[in-house]
């Protein structure tokens, strides 16, 4: 897996809203209810129960996105005895949940650290860029719509599915797409592993990383390579992706290209280019 940390291309304004969305999601996630065990590395058995009847809440269910079916029970939050011990009570929701907002709320819910650690490395690198070239609003909309069409995609492919979806992978990886189409050639630091335990650092071009990004999603939603395929949604994150690179297609003519590379590139030193 290439794990990227750092792009080489600046910026020319503050990226307000990808600071937001990040700030958003890591606030979140500390508040959300019974996360704390998990954070601490241990979770008891009400942590628990609360934690699933919050995400079954706010998160978006592709059998209630399609068909509209809503269930009728769902977890309380409380601990019950029942006949095989303690669990979670279920009975009948005291809230009425909207499906389609239900696909906004989920795209800032994140199951563990490194869930949402992980979606917040992706969103810092590429996400500066991709607001700097729409603008503040129009990101904003842009990172909201793929998130959207990630999760209605992923629903339509799982329609009968009952399990919660959640993250904010989808819109993410519109962001990537859109980065992919603006800025190919730009530069990105990455941490390939090397020898299983010693990452190397390289400098690779975007539609590499970004490609090869992309081919394992392709890959990992076959079910192939991977043990736990159901539990991640890697169709909702080819759907965000290829939506965002037909949005950012129009803003490719007129981007500013990034900065020549210069120091060492794949392991050797780029040589200058001389033109007129």
Not at 180 to 202: E, G, Q, S
Request: net charge positive; aromatic share 12%.
């Amino acid at each position: 897996m290439v794990i990227p940390v750092h792009d080489v291309n600046p910026v020319r304004r503050t990226p307000y809203v990808t600071y937001a969305l990040i700030a958003a999601n890591v606030l979140v996630f500390l508040f959300t209810p019974g996360i704390a065990g998990s954070v601490a590395g241990g979770s008891d058995l009400a942590q628990l129960c609360h934690l699933q009847a919050f995400m079954d809440h706010y998160a978006a269910v592709p059998r209630e996105l399609i068909h509209h079916q809503m269930p009728q029970v769902v977890p309380t939050g409380q601990v019950g005895i029942g006949r095989s011990g303690p669990g979670c009570v279920v009975g009948p929701p005291g809230y009425d949940k909207s499906p389609a907002l239900s696909v906004f709320t989920a795209m800032f819910l994140h199951g563990s650290w490194l869930h949402l650690l992980g979606n917040m490395l992706f969103l810092l690198i590429f996400g500066n860029n991709v607001e700097d070239r729409m603008g503040h609003i129009r990101f904003f909309l842009f990172y909201v719509f793929c998130g959207y069409a990630a999760g209605y995609g992923f629903a339509l492919l799982n329609a009968s599915s009952g399990d919660p979806l959640i993250g904010a992978s989808g819109a993410i990886a519109g962001v990537l797409g859109a980065y992919l189409v603006l800025y190919p050639r730009a530069r990105v630091w990455v941490l390939v592993p090397f020898l299983i335990f010693l990452p190397l650092p390289l400098r690779l071009p975007a539609w590499l990383v970004l490609g090869f990004w992309f081919v394992l999603q392709a890959v990992y939603s076959s079910g192939e390579g991977v043990s736990d395929a159901g539990t991640v949604a890697y169709a909702a994150h080819i759907v965000g992706f290829l939506v965002g690179m037909v949005l950012a297609w129009p803003l490719k003519p007129g981007t500013p290209p990034p900065p020549e590379p210069r120091g060492l590139l794949f392991g050797r030193r780029a040589r200058p280019r001389h033109g007129w």
